[in-house]
């Protein structure tokens, strides 16, 4: 066992200090899950979803408790604090909707009857990033617990804090001992062992790319199924033929939201060339504009980066760069970092890379195919957006760009009815939507001879 510090990052100072899971004892925690997932999996369809709403009223009576502990574990702003608590309210609602839901197949067969059963895999790990702690956890609790499975949940170390109070909240509504269990401690012990233990036969992986190809080869020795859901370099298209104004007061909410820590980051804004000057112009006023500071004001709109080792990766990125212009940032012991707007060339490390932290590079484009061109030319394909009054040019360019998840003049990526997940170096698989419960089931085809 070793200790860490919970750190708070609009201050620096920490918060609180806790201990760190050994490997058996999460070999005793997936001990207790596997007891617990057979008799979960046992009750009626109806019952689980009646735990499953009874786990989201409650989480929904602690909306505000659980937001003011992600604004100090994680700088979040309060009002989108708010909005993730009551967002994994919701979550779980609407997966309560699920076990009923779960409808196998009857298929025609000569001599008997075919019928087809999904079938919970039991025990599913999830490791959870820093960036979303909660919302991010709940896309994947809530669709396995309907399924029929027990979870195992790893949030990161930074950001432990939200997490552990759900897995309490979860007991506090009648969630069966073991059947949600939040397990602090390193990726390398906890996650490893999640993806190396024989009786978590599911891994849900939220991270970085390179640590999510190590997940996804762990289990593929042990012949488990992954879901991955990994890092982003995000294109926002502006044509020419787009409402400028309208798009240009758009880009802060679409790339420095969260400060930048979100993997749906539209971090490359590609303008059209003829609109390039007067983009960048309408640009400056939208992000002197972008409200950054103490987190548990109500008009916040940006917090700080979550610690000093990610501030100076980010700082890095700015070494040599074309900063075109940046916006504000309190001065004091957070781990605080302006805006920055970056003018920049498709080959550029900051074109490429993902940054997570509030950098935009914008790039110009001469037409549609040029355009196109340039949001594939990245490892990434998670989210994007494109900006035109031209049906037939967004639904062309929409088809074209190789990302998981888009949006037509908007910037918005997630909805737990919708799909959402990458394509490319940005994952494997996909969560939320009406799909979700089902991805936590294997197929179990039966023949009844007759
Ligand atoms: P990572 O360093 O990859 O960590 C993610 C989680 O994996 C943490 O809980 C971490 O634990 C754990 N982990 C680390 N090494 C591990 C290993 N060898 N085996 C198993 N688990 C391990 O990512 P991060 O820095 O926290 O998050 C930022 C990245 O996540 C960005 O690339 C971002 O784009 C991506 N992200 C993607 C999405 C979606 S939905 N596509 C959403 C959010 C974030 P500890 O850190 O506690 O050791």
Redesign the pocket.
Known sequence: MSAFTVVDPSTAQPIVTLERASIEEVDAAVARAVVAQRAWAALAPGARADALRAFARVVEEHVEELAQLEVRNSGHPVSSARWEAGHVAQVLNYYAGAPERLLGAQIPVPGGIDVTFHEPYGVVGI??????PMT?AS?GFAPALAAGNAVVL?????T?LTAVRLGELALQAGLPEGLFQVIV????????R??SHPDVRKVV????????V??AA?CARGLKPVT?????KSANIVFADADLEKAAAAVPGSVFDNAG?????RSRLLVQRSVYDRFVELLEPAVAAWRVGDPSDAATEMGPLISAA?RSSVADFLDGADVAFRGSAPAGDGFWFAPAVVLAAPGDRIAQD?V?GPVVAVLPFDDEADAIRLANDTIYG?AGSLWTENLGRAVRVSRAVRSGVLSVNSHSSVRYWTP???MKA??LGR?LGPDAAEHFTETKNVFYAT
């Open positions: 490791i959870v990033p820093w960036n979303f991010i896309w790893k949030p990161a170390e930074l432990p401690g390193s990726g390398s012990v906890v996650g490893q999640f993806v992986f939220t991270g970085s790319t390179e640590v999510g190590d997940v762990g991955l859901e990994l890092g982003g820590q979100d993997c749906c980051a990610h993902e997570f998670l959402f997940g990458g940005s994952g969560e």
